[in-house]
């Protein structure tokens, strides 16, 4: 069954440096999304992106964040300069096309940690 | 913005007795999604409620969305262990952004 990979795993960084967390969305998917999840807490929305351009990004969502799709399979969330209260863990999710769009697929997620 | 309050916020139960959650907006919602996450998993999409009075059933777990669209409810009948996690309730929205409630942890007791 296909599915949305996450690399790395866990990310261990210092407050201040910039951080890449990549996600390679399901083949034919069309929508790509970033969440994250503080420990313990509900999942908070990042932001959506289709057809190369952001569609909708929550408050959280400030200029130290970007997203990128690099190529025809990867999609990246950068933080510029990290700081304390980014420490959570990072879901990628994709969705289809043609009336299941909203059926999203969350993958195993990266940890990142600021020190 | 939108926002779906969910309760209880935990539940323990022993094995083979029911549970449910409920989410609860103070507007009407185009639709309300349910997710489950196993402890140290990710979220897994469950299923999409669109419709007024709408009931869905996926073996043991029964969805419903209020007449008025403002609040719905996930029962699960005779739990398993299986079955521990958090679910969450959510909405998806027009822009593509999904918001989450704050989950029912459920703990299931052999």
């Known amino acids: 069954e296909p599915e949305v990979t996450q690399t790395p795993s866990h990310q261990v960084t210092q407050m201040g440096q910039e951080v890449i967390l990549r996600c390679v969305p399901i083949?034919?998917?069309?929508?790509f999304y970033w969440y994250r999840q503080i420990l313990g807490q509900k999942v908070e929305f990042l932001v959506s992106?289709?057809?190369?351009?952001?569609?909708?990004k929550s408050e959280i969502f400030d200029d130290q964040f970007s997203v990128e799709r690099p190529d025809g399979s990867n999609f990246t969330l950068k933080i510029r300069s990290t700081k304390l209260e980014d420490s959570a863990m990072y879901f990628c999710?994709?969705?289809?096309?043609?009336?299941?769009?909203?059926?999203?697929?969350f993958g195993p997620g990266t940890r990142l940690t600021v020190t | 913005g939108q926002q779906v309050m969910q309760i209880p916020q935990y539940q323990h139960v022993q094995e083979g007795e029911d549970f449910t959650t409920y989410c609860n907006s103070s507007?009407?919602?185009?639709?309300i999604q349910w997710y489950k996450q196993r402890p140290g998993g990710h979220p897994v999409f469950l299923i999409q409620?669109?419709?007024?009075?709408e009931v869905k059933k996926q073996k043991r777990l029964t969805f419903q969305f209020g007449e008025a669209k403002k609040n719905s409810s996930l029962h699960i009948t005779a739990t398993q262990t299986t079955d521990v996690g958090t679910y969450f309730c959510?909405?998806?929205?027009?822009?593509?952004?999904?918001?989450f409630g704050a989950g029912t942890r459920l703990f299931v007791k052999a």
């Open positions: 507007t009407t919602l185009s639709n």
């Open positions: 409620l669109v419709k007024s009075g």
């Open positions: 959510a909405v998806f929205t027009g822009g593509f952004k999904t918001i």
């Open positions: 083949s034919n998917h069309l929508y």
């Open positions: 999710a994709s969705s289809g096309a043609q009336g299941l769009h909203y059926e999203q697929y």
């Open positions: 992106f289709y057809n190369n351009e952001i569609s909708e």
